[in-house]
């Protein structure tokens, strides 16, 4: 893995997708990001969100953004040589609830990261492989979700899909 390279990994809930992440990256030389993009609206989030913290070591600034996703990429990338985004499913719920213009930021964030000079790992969740959901706004964003891995997959150097604790390389 060099630098400007994306790294994307895909997994369902607590499959270790986010570990196996802090891991990769945490091998690679420079100095490191890492953009949380989770929001704690109650205590046991509060308490995830912490837990996660503790997982990285002191090499890893944190930045805590939940929309504004290719903004804060774009603007921390020439001072840091490693990002991990963690991660796009809850970007995207961020983005949802709060009513923006889903497809103009999915746009920018290809764009930002596709330009980026760091080497960059991006987390998300694989949300279509269960059932139809039963109302609107989950199917929008199964949909939405599921376009935009496989629009930051078309853009990444390697993709793995970590499932029970196991990476596998798709790509």
């Known amino acids: 893995m060099g630098k400007g390279r994306i790294t994307f990994i895909l997994g369902g809930s607590r499959s270790g997708k ?7 990256a945490s091998k690679l ?20 969100i912490e837990r996660h913290k503790k997982e ?27 990002i991990i985004v963690d991660c796009l499913t809850l970007w995207l719920s961020n983005l949802i609830m709060n009513d923006t213009a889903v497809d103009a930021d999915i746009e920018s964030l290809l764009s930002a ?11 998300s969740n694989e949300v279509g492989m269960g059932i139809v ?10 949909d939405l979700a599921g376009t ?7 853009i990444a150097n390697v993709v793995y899909l970590v499932a029970a604790g196991i990476p596998l390389k798709i790509k």
């Open 18 to 24: 986010s570990s196996f992440a802090l891991d990769c």
């Open 29 to 48: 030389r420079g100095s490191k990001a890492f953009i949380a993009t989770a929001q704690a609206f109650d205590e046991e989030m509060k308490e995830r």
């Open 56 to 82: 990285r070591s002191v090499d890893w600034k944190t930045f805590e953004e939940p929309t504004a996703l290719p903004q804060i990429l774009s603007r921390i990338s020439e001072d840091h040589d490693v």
């Open 113 to 123: 990261a596709a330009t980026c000079p760091s080497c960059i790992f991006i987390v």
């Open 133 to 142: 959901p039963e109302n609107a706004l989950a199917r929008r964003f199964r």
């Open 148 to 154: 935009l891995n496989r629009r930051v997959a078309e």
